[in-house]
């Protein structure tokens, strides 16, 4: 049943005032659908539809809100309440939602929070702004080793309910050092009085409390993990990252990326939700940069603006091929770069490798530049007026302009990440850029050498 549907009967009962028919049809739907319906309500039957929520299912759909809809809701609900929410939700969940929240409601929320859940909120807090420690979970399952099977499987059944996740369990020394990972899987078919660390994996990848997060999601996706545990420096299992928090953060860094490589300040609001003032000051800055930057360009003909005078029908023939050559450079180089950056995002290559990334971008090159070369000289030779000697300056330009393209466009990415910068900064605008000023100082300098 699609969403549209969904909605149209459930307003049907709103409306109607049906409340335990609402209520029911409700605990039908997934969290995330009930979320999504709720964002179509106004203020007062936000208010009314939520509290018909059974308390085993509000919490999650409180996850799965909009910052400004949880506002809105804390805000009505009362701080009481809404600190009933918070405390039925998952520790992980309920950090991400108070680092949302305006200051002034996050002290009002925790004044009514248990001293327990106020500590372990605050500890989370503490933690440096995306590293693993301020996306982990403290709701998992761990065992002292020489546990049995059997002990480990009565425990999942009395507490497991109220853990994010139950599927790797985690095996802990008397000094809580993580020793050992065991599949959910391994322990249904062993055997009760196995000990749990006989049957568990001793070759544990876990990530520390400071990692950052990119690090943290690449080593999830390098190992194929459903979760990965985080130990502090000691090596004392603290926490687990779950799979749904990686793809967040694997979603929040490639939109960053993508920002980037479009020359704009990454933002971390919905576009719908930046005001137009934040979107120029996340956009003004790069678009003068690169305006200046592009600026070199005209500086380069005006320089040779004599010449143009001198060669006079060459000279016009000469500046009707310049956003040809410029347009094929920068979409060479543009082709180049986002390859190099994609390669350093998936860990496929690193610095080392740049002998071997521009080898290869430069046969590419070769052989795309003389393809595109031949076609143009014999189009121009034939098709137009200009002659040979304008058709050969033209093509070869375009041939050393394609190599120069796509030696920058692979070369930057790779020693911006050497530098610590990101690779991203290193895209299309910035690479086009510098390859249309190239582009023209070849041009002219072939020109002045073939026609005098």
Known sequence: MDFNTIEKRLNALVESGKKGELRGALSMLNEVDIAEYLATLDNERVIMVFRLLPKD??????????????TRLIDALGDQEAMRIIDDMFVDDAVDLLEELPAGVVRRLLKGA??????????????????A????????????????VGEAMAEIRRTGVDKETIYTLYVIDEYRKLIGTVQLRKLLLARDEQKIDEIMNEQVVSVTTVDDQEMVADTVRHYDLMSIPVVDKEGRLVGIITADDIMDVIEDENTEDFEKMAAMTPSEDEYLKNSVLTLVKNRFPWLLILMVSAMFTGLIITHFEKSLLDWGTLGVALTSCMPMLMDTGGNCGSQASTLAIRALALG????????????????????????????????LWLFTSYGPAVAAVVSVTMCVTILLAKSIGCTLPILAKSIKLDPALMASPIITTVVDAASLLILFSLARVVLG
């Open 114 to 131: 248990d001293e327990e859940k106020r500590r372990l909120i605050n500890q989370f807090l503490c933690y440096p702004e995306n590293s």
């Open 133 to 148: 420690g301020s996306i982990m979970t403290i709701e998992y399952m761990e065992f002292h080793r020489g546990v049995t």
């Open 348 to 379: 496929e290559i690193e610095l080392s490798d740049i002998g071997k990334v521009l080898w290869k971008e430069v046969r590419v090159a070769a052989i795309v530049g003389v393809a595109l070369a031949t076609i143009n000289f014999f189009r």
């Open 57 to 70: 299912i509000s919490a999650d759909v409180f996850s799965y809100m909009d910052t400004d809809q949880r």
